[in-house]
């Protein structure tokens, strides 16, 4: 069964430090990763996705992630943080199209002035 | 740019009723899910839907739920008896099968459920 670990339940950082936050996954194949993001109140919106390829993929709002097969993880990184960055970041692991994604229990970053 | 939405945004009822949430799906997509998220936790799989049937469904999806497609835009979710337990944000999601988000699945807003 896919599972997916991320080991930091809240982190704070300070607006303009750079910022990873950690995930990590169990899969029997190459597995389909995600990050999403959730501010308050609001829904999952997508930063950025693997599949294949390159290991290192681009996002949206400045994020980035990079795939390691050899530690089983999907760190996800941005050089400088914004106040507007402070929300619930999930990862997830997906098998293919239709089905189900399975979450970590989510990062709840907190940005410093 | 489309998006799902979710109706209502938040739902109150009392133990022992049903409730049927409600999705509309992006137009062209054709895999339709639900997930829920208790307050503090990790978002959940309930159930997948593909071609007017149940493709995966969780433990979770116990014969309480039920989901439908009643015509080519809505996607339900049903409660049959409602439990104190099933208070949470419920989240429609929806993927194409093929083209660039391939495998990528957008959600709605969520509707929260209090049960009372």
């Known amino acids: 069964a896919q599972s997916v670990t991320q080991p930091d339940i809240h982190i704070t950082v300070s607006e303009g430090a750079s910022l990873e936050l950690r995930c990590n996954y169990s899969?029997?194949?190459?597995?389909?990763l995600f990050w999403y993001v959730q501010s308050p109140g609001q829904g999952l919106q997508l930063l950025l996705k693997?599949?294949?390829?390159?290991?290192l993929v681009q996002g949206i709002k400045g994020f980035e992630a990079e795939f390691k097969r050899s530690q089983s993880s999907f760190n996800l990184r941005k050089p400088s943080v914004h106040w507007s960055d402070a929300a619930e970041y999930f990862c997830?692991?997906?098998?293919?199209?239709?089905?189900?994604?399975?979450f970590g229990g989510g990062t709840r970053l907190m940005v410093k002035p | 740019e489309p998006e799902v939405t979710q109706t209502p945004s938040h739902q109150v009822t009392q133990m022992g009723q049903e409730v049927i949430l409600r999705c509309v799906p992006i137009s062209n997509h054709l895999y339709f899910y639900w997930y829920r998220q208790i307050l503090g936790q990790k978002v959940e799989f309930l159930v997948s839907f593909y071609n007017n049937e149940i493709s995966e469904k969780s433990e979770i999806f116990d014969d309480q739920f039920s989901v439908e497609r009643p015509d080519g835009s809505n996607f339900t979710l049903k409660i049959r008896s409602t439990k104190l337990e099933d208070s949470a944000m419920y989240f429609c999601a929806s993927s194409p099968d093929s083209g660039k988000n391939y495998n990528e699945q957008f959600f709605g807003p969520g509707t929260r459920l209090t049960v009372l």
């Open positions: 997830a692991v997906g098998a293919s199209a239709g089905n189900m994604l399975t």
């Open positions: 899969y029997g194949a190459t597995p389909y």
């Open positions: 693997y599949f294949s390829g390159d290991t």
